[in-house]
């Protein structure tokens, strides 16, 4: 089965900074997606980011991108120039391309973006 | 686009009394459609998904149970409802092709069981 860890449960920074928050996951395949989600106090899950293991590129939307090493099974997340709405839980997630296709989560990291 | 509705958006009820929590979804048919649990300060637990009318698969075994009476929605309940069945629960759409089998989330149902 596979786990997804994130060892960081808080982190702050202030704003218009960068923040990196980890990730790692543990699995025997070679093909999946990754995943950053976002969850802010309404609690609905948006997402932010996806990763095709395949792709050895690392994967950019806007002020988001990820470090992905596959060797490594990390998958950390950066926001660059980070904004006062950016305050959310943020959950990693790991899809494995076979059976139901169900989402793996992390435990969460609680950002807070301090103005 | 995929958009995903959800009700109720927030239910109290007593223990030992049925739930039945409601999810639609627009757009592509015949969608993976999916239901996870989240209890407090936690991340999210598959409960059920599905990938047809009719079809069902459970992931743990609980005191809920789903059903998929048409294609675009998808249903959770319960007959008696325990303390331990409180918590958000959210329905997410599974999308391929073009999403490259990312999942969207609706917005979701607080449960209070007292």
């Known amino acids: 089965a596979q786990t997804v860890t994130q060892s960081q449960p808080e982190m702050s920074v202030q704003e218009a900074e960068t923040v990196t928050l980890s990730c790692t996951y543990d699995t025997s395949e070679s093909n999946y997606y990754l995943f950053w989600y976002k969850q802010p106090p309404s609690r609905q899950m948006i997402l932010v980011i996806r990763q095709e293991a395949y792709k050895q590129q690392n994967a950019t939307e806007n002020r988001f991108s990820v470090n992905f090493q596959k060797a490594a099974k990390s998958f950390s997340l950066k926001i660059s120039d980070s904004q006062l709405g950016d305050t959310a839980m943020y959950f990693c997630?790991?899809?494995?391309?076979?059976?139901?296709?169900?989402?793996?989560f992390g435990t969460g990291t609680r950002l807070t973006i301090i103005p | 686009s995929q958009t995903i509705h959800q009700w109720p958006a927030t239910l109290v009820q007593p223990v030992g009394s049925p739930l039945s929590l409601e999810c639609t979804v627009e757009?592509?048919?015949?969608?993976?459609l999916y239901w996870y649990r989240q209890a407090a300060g936690r991340g999210l637990q598959l409960l059920f998904y599905s990938v047809g009318i009719g079809q069902i698969s459970s992931e743990v075994p609980q005191n809920l149970s789903a059903s998929r009476p048409q294609d675009r929605q998808f249903i959770l309940s319960s007959k008696k409802l325990l303390l331990s069945d409180s918590g958000f629960y959210l329905c997410a759409q599974g999308l391929a092709g073009g999403h490259g089998k990312t999942q969207y989330f609706g917005p979701g149902t607080r449960l209070l069981v007292l």
């Open positions: 997630a790991f899809m494995s391309l076979f059976g139901n296709e169900k989402l793996t």
């Open positions: 757009g592509t048919s015949n969608p993976n």
